[in-house]
C-alpha cells in the first residue's frame, strides 16, 4: 500500500449524545486544527449496536444521526467517520460520511467489508481483540478486492484474560503493508470490556501513554474519543479523554 506521511487525528465523542455536544467538540476540534495545522476527523456514532446492557444508551440512531454529522460537516468543515454494523447501513452512510469505521467484532464480517469497500469511501477496520497483525491482512483484501478506496488499519488491543486488554505496539508495522495508514486507537486499547458491571470500565490515565508509544512505533494517525464531561459520557466514558486535555496531547503527538 502507498502510505500517506502526514498524520490524522481522529477525535469525538463515543455516541451522538446530544447538538450541543457535537458542537461543543467540533468546535475544538477546528480551534486545534489550526492552531496546531493538522488534518482532523471527527468521530461520532449514530448507533452504538454492541454495548454491554440492553438497557444501555445506543444513540439517536441513522436517520437522525446522519443528518446532525452532516450539519457539523457543513459547518465546521471536518471531515467525518462513523461505524456501521449491518451491510445496508453502508449506503446512506456513503453519502454523507468521509470515512466508513467497521467495529473490532465485526472486521471478518465479509458482507459488511464488501458494502463499505462499494461506497468508494475510504474504509477504516478495526482489528478484533482476537486477532494478530497478519490476521489483518485478509480484511483489508476483502475491501481492496470489492473495489474500494482506502483500506486503514485500526489497532485498539488485544484480549487478555478477561475484562482487560494489552497492547502489542509491534502490530503497527506488522500492519503496515496492509493499509495505507495503520491508525493507533489510544482510548479503546485503556477499555476494561464489561468489566464494570453491565459496562465498559477503563482507565483514562494510560492514553497519553498509548498514544506516545504508537508515535514510537510509527503509527499513522491516532483515534481518541473525547468528552468535556467524560465522567457524565452516556457511553464510553471511564476511559474518554476530558476534551480539555486533547490540545496538548495532539501537539505532542503532531511535534516532529
Known amino acids: 500500500m502507498d502510505k500517506i506521511n502526514r498524520p490524522v487525528f481522529i477525535a469525538g465523542p463515543c455516541v451522538i449524545e446530544s447538538r450541543e455536544?457535537?458542537?461543543?467538540?467540533?468546535?475544538?476540534?477546528?480551534?486545534?486544527?489550526?492552531?496546531?495545522?493538522?488534518?482532523?476527523?471527527?468521530?461520532?456514532?449514530?448507533?452504538?449496536?454492541?454495548?454491554?446492557?440492553?438497557?444501555?444508551?445506543?444513540?439517536?440512531?441513522?436517520?437522525?444521526?446522519?443528518?446532525?454529522?452532516?450539519?457539523?460537516?457543513?459547518?465546521?468543515?471536518?471531515?467525518?467517520?462513523?461505524?456501521?454494523?449491518?451491510?445496508?447501513?453502508?449506503g446512506p452512510v456513503g453519502q454523507v460520511i468521509d470515512i466508513i469505521q467497521i467495529p473490532a467484532f465485526l472486521c471478518r464480517q465479509t458482507d459488511l467489508l464488501v458494502a463499505a469497500a462499494r461506497t468508494g469511501k475510504t474504509v477504516n477496520i478495526k482489528k478484533a481483540q482476537f486477532l494478530s497483525a497478519a490476521d489483518m491482512k485478509y480484511p483489508a483484501a476483502k475491501v481492496v478486492e470489492s473495489g474500494g478506496g482506502e483500506v486503514w488499519l485500526t489497532e485498539r488491543g488485544n484480549s487478555f484474560g478477561y475484562n482487560n486488554l494489552v497492547v502489542d505496539f509491534r502490530n503497527i508495522p506488522d500492519m503496515a503493508p496492509y493499509a495505507s495508514r495503520v491508525i493507533m486507537d489510544c482510548t479503546h486499547s485503556v477499555q476494561r470490556p464489561g468489566g464494570a458491571g453491565g459496562s465498559t470500565g477503563g482507565d483514562r490515565r494510560f492514553v497519553p501513554a498509548m498514544a506516545m508509544a504508537a508515535k514510537a512505533f510509527g503509527a499513522d494517525g491516532y483515534f481518541m474519543e473525547v468528552h468535556p464531561d467524560p465522567d457524565r459520557a452516556l457511553s464510553d466514558g471511564p476511559n474518554m479523554l476530558p476534551l480539555t486535555e486533547l490540545a496538548p496531547l495532539l501537539e505532542s503527538l503532531s511535534a516532529h
Open 21 to 90: 455536544l457535537l458542537d461543543t467538540v467540533a468546535a475544538e476540534l477546528v480551534r486545534i486544527r489550526e492552531q496546531l495545522g493538522i488534518e482532523v476527523v471527527f468521530k461520532a456514532s449514530f448507533d452504538k449496536a454492541n454495548r454491554t446492557s440492553i438497557s444501555s444508551f445506543r444513540g439517536p440512531g441513522l436517520d437522525q444521526g446522519l443528518e446532525m454529522l452532516a450539519d457539523i460537516g457543513s459547518r465546521y468543515g471536518l471531515r467525518l467517520t462513523t461505524d456501521i454494523h449491518e451491510p445496508w447501513q453502508a
